[in-house]
Structure formats: structure tokens, C-alpha cells
């Protein structure tokens, strides 16, 4: 994505709050076992071992269907590359990625473990570590690319090493760095130093039921609407939001009650930060997409302003897509996002990272406001369909929507290949470059009717129309 890059004075800025951080959080020697698995051009022609284990991130075992995510690696896989899962791709699958969208022809690592999800853990057995040995010989190493850089993947590169002798390295930040990125408590002192408390929304922080009660109890004294926020959740599902209004009239024990309600079901850990935010009413969500690369490969890259598709007061995130608001805004986001990444960089930040925001005001006035509300530390619902759309068309980005996509119940066990027939020539094609969507995560499809799709376009409104039209009429509901 065009756009200028910070300047001297930004950067300095960057790596004094950066230099001000590492020594308030003692990271020097929190890093120092990690950097032997550093990711650097010594391991630029290494093979790439893609992991989708999403292990690291509350309340997703009960998501049915979940282990199929794993299969969301096979878009980052590349010809000779490697990708793990826990269970085989839905059959047409492959074949689809290959022939249909010409993704190359990596190789599949089957392997399995007591907690599905854990395929990280799973690949350190030492059958699926001697399949990974003879892969990584002939090229003097292997990289090991996962979805979150979690203490079980830098594990499997220890792991690695200690049997074969062959060196390893992780594209992402050493576990310390990456839970400065990915928690909300830690994220928000980051942005408040470096860009100033006005790219956060208010925010208070508490240890224990009855300190966040009273916590809740003030904001809401002045706020309309206040929220409660676990700080190391995806997909809004640690965040209650309440109506402040409400919480005026209620008794201290009535708000200890709901306190204590949300701690539970958001299995709290006690003395874990929970943060007290002002929940601003906005429909506008955007994100930014960025790359991190190790600091002696050049600064963090921009590459894209997404809107995100929201559902309900607490903003389930559904899909996305490329951002129609103003340039100006769009600016603004990129480069306050680019600023704290630089400093993330400094503190031993490697690979994709992202920004969510909320914007309050009028977008297309000089008074729109934009605040950082968290960052994804990890590839995600935005950037993985992003990475795909960009690999399929290189030259230059299309427009497209890109979101999940449940079918009714009477479409139950339907197979890829048959909603790939009733798809048809809509399919894209990428050596004809005709067709509207392109498929992607159908392992859910069986069993929930459920598949990832995204709806090309020669205009943000064509896409949206070829979503929300179009496709329920080329699926016959």
C-alpha cells in the first residue's frame, strides 16, 4: 500500500518508548532463549513449515469444527513449502488449490494429537520430526511459519534442532514480545506512551472483582455505554458491553454481581488484568494490515486499510474488506499503526501483525477519530483472505468482501465438490482470470455447513452485491 514512511523523528520516537519498555518489562533476558530461533537472511531459502494452531487464544474449544481451521495454512504454503493439520483437507480441496487457483503443491504433515487444536505439539513427535528432518536437509534448515508464534511452536524448533542437528528459525516474536502485542493491558500502555492517550478510549484497569466493579461503577457515572474486556481474547468474545445508564441505578452488590458473572464465564484468572473501557457507539471498525520484518531486513510495511464486517453490541467480527473510507483517514490509521510497529520491531517483533480501531465523528471530517482498540499479533480473518487475493493477483488488489458463510440446515453434509458444482463458472479460474469467488477454510462445511468465501468485484458495491445477492442465488436459496 502506497504511502509515505515515518519519518526520523518518528522512528527515534519509536525506539526511545521501545528502549523505555525493555527495561520496564526486563525483556533483554526474557529474549535470550529465543534468539537462537531467530528468523534473519540466513533462513531465506529455507523450506516453510505452516502451522495454523490457534492454542494460545481463550474459548475456541468450543468452536465446532475448529481443528478444520488448520487447513487455513495451505493459502500461505508455497511450492516445496510444508503445512500440518491435525486431519486430511476436504476431498477436492487440494486438488482446487493446485488446479483451479495454481497455489503450487506443497506437502501435507499429518499429524494428530489428544487436543486437536494442537498441532504444534502434535508435529513434535519424533516420526512427524524425522518427515520434517528430510525436508529441511537437503535446503541446510527449515523455517517454521505458524499462525501464532506460541510457546509450543518455538518448542517444535527447539524440538527440531535437538534431534537432527539442523538449524530452525520462527517467523514471529519470542512469546514476551509476542504477548506486549496481543494483550490488550500491555498494547494499550505501548500505544499511550508512543502515540498519546488520545489513540486509546478511556481505560481503567483492575485486578479483582470488586476493584473492576467500582472501576465500572465510576466510568459509568459518565459514560453511556461502558464495556469489560479480558485482555488476551480474539473475535470479541472476552468483552461484555453495558448500558451506563443502567449501571447508574444499580446497587454496589448488583454490579458486583455482573462482574463476577463475566469472570466466570470468561474463565478469569485471578489477579489477571481486566480492563474498564468508555465503549464508544460507532459502526466503524477499521483495521490495518501490516508486516514486520526482522530489523536488519528494513522497517514494518503497510499493507492494506480493511473495514471489518461487525455483528452485535459487542462486535463478533464476520469478515471484511478493503477500506472505501477517506485517504486522509486511512492515512492517519496507517501511519499511527506503522509507528508502534516500529517499536514492536525494536522490541524483537517479527511477521504479521495487525490493528483494530474505532473511529467516532464523521469520516469524512477532519475531526474523525480514530483510536487503537487492539492488536492482533497473528495472522487473522482479515489478513489470511488478503494474503490469498494477493497471491492470486500480484499486479494489483481487487476489490472483494471476504467473510464465513453458513448454509441452512437443509443443505447439511453437502460436500466441496458439490458446492463447487453449484458454483460453477463463478468460481475464479486463475488461468482464464474470470470468476467471483474464491473458496477457502471449508473443512467446517460437512459438518456445520459452513465455508470462508470471498466475492471479487470491479467495484466495493459489485462485491458486495456478488456476496449478498448473487451467491444465495447461484446456491439455490
Not at 7 to 13: E, S, Y
Request: aromatic share 8%; hydrophobic share 40%; net charge negative.
Amino acid at each position: 500500500m502506497s504511502m509515505p514512511g515515518l519519518t526520523d523523528h518518528d522512528r527515534a520516537d519509536a525506539r526511545r518508548v521501545a528502549d523505555l519498555l525493555r527495561e520496564r518489562w526486563r525483556l533483554d533476558a526474557e529474549l535470550q532463549p529465543f534468539r537462537a530461533f531467530s528468523y534473519d537472511f540466513h533462513a531465506a531459502d529455507w523450506p516453510h513449515l505452516h502451522l495454523e494452531d490457534v492454542t494460545g487464544i481463550p474459548f475456541l474449544d468450543g468452536v465446532v469444527g475448529i481443528e478444520q481451521y488448520q487447513h487455513r495454512a495451505r493459502v500461505r504454503a508455497q511450492h516445496g513449502d510444508l503445512f500440518a493439520a491435525g486431519t486430511a483437507p476436504a476431498p477436492g480441496y487440494e486438488d482446487y488449490c493446485q488446479h483451479h487457483l495454481a497455489l503450487g503443491a506443497p506437502e501435507l504433515i499429518l499429524a494428530t494429537d489428544e487436543d486437536p487444536r494442537a498441532i504444534a505439539q502434535a508435529c513434535n513427535a519424533p516420526d512427524i520430526l524425522d518427515q520434517l528432518a528430510s525436508h529441511a536437509r537437503p535446503a541446510g534448515g527449515l523455517v517454521i511459519h505458524p499462525y501464532m508464534a506460541i510457546a509450543s511452536v518455538w518448542e517444535l524448533a527447539e524440538a527440531l534442532r535437538a534431534r537432527t542437528d539442523l538449524p530452525c528459525a520462527v517467523v514471529g516474536p519470542p512469546p514476551p514480545t509476542l504477548w506486549i502485542a496481543n494483550d490488550k493491558s500491555h498494547l494499550s500502555t505501548l500505544v499511550e506512551e508512543l502515540l498519546g492517550p488520545e489513540w486509546i478510549v478511556e481505560t481503567a484497569r483492575a485486578k479483582d472483582a470488586r476493584t473492576i466493579a467500582q472501576a465500572l461503577s465510576e466510568l459509568a457515572s459518565r459514560c453511556d455505554w461502558v464495556g469489560l474486556k479480558r485482555t488476551r481474547c480474539a473475535s470479541a468474545m472476552g468483552n461484555l458491553v453495558l448500558d451506563g445508564r443502567e449501571l447508574r441505578a444499580a446497587s454496589p452488590d448488583e454490579l458486583l454481581t455482573v462482574v463476577k458473572t463475566f469472570l466466570t464465564r470468561t474463565q478469569w484468572c485471578e489477579g489477571e488484568d481486566v480492563l474498564i473501557v468508555d465503549w464508544l457507539q460507532t459502526d466503524l471498525s477499521p483495521s490495518t494490515q501490516l508486516w514486520i520484518p526482522p530489523a536488519s531486513q528494513g522497517p514494518p510495511r503497510l499493507d492494506g486499510v480493511y473495514e471489518q464486517l461487525l455483528e452485535g453490541p459487542e462486535k463478533m467480527f464476520l469478515g471484511s474488506r478493503p477500506s472505501t473510507l477517506p485517504e486522509a483517514l486511512n492515512a492517519a490509521m496507517g501511519q499511527a499503526s506503522l509507528k508502534v510497529c516500529d517499536a514492536l520491531q525494536q522490541l524483537g517483533y517479527v511477521g504479521r501483525c495487525s490493528f483494530d480501531f474505532i473511529v467516532s465523528g464523521d469520516p469524512l471530517s477532519p475531526e474523525a477519530h480514530p483510536r487503537i482498540t487492539e492488536c492482533n499479533g497473528r495472522w487473522g480473518g482479515t489478513s489470511t483472505p488478503m494474503h490469498l487475493v494477493d497471491r492470486l493477483f500480484p499486479a494489483r488488489r481487487p476489490h472483494y468482501v471476504a467473510t464465513d458463510f453458513y448454509l441452512p440446515p437443509s443443505y447439511q453434509g453437502i460436500t466441496f465438490t458439490e458446492l463447487c458444482d453449484h458454483l460453477g463458472d463463478d468460481l475464479y479460474n486463475a488461468s482464464t482470470g474470470t470468476g467471483r469467488y474464491i473458496l477457502y477454510n471449508v473443512g467446517p462445511l460437512a459438518e456445520r455447513g459452513k465455508f470462508d468465501i470471498i466475492a471479487l468485484g470491479d467495484t466495493p458495491a459489485t462485491a458486495r452485491q456478488n456476496l449478498e445477492d448473487h451467491l444465495p442465488y447461484r446456491l439455490g436459496l
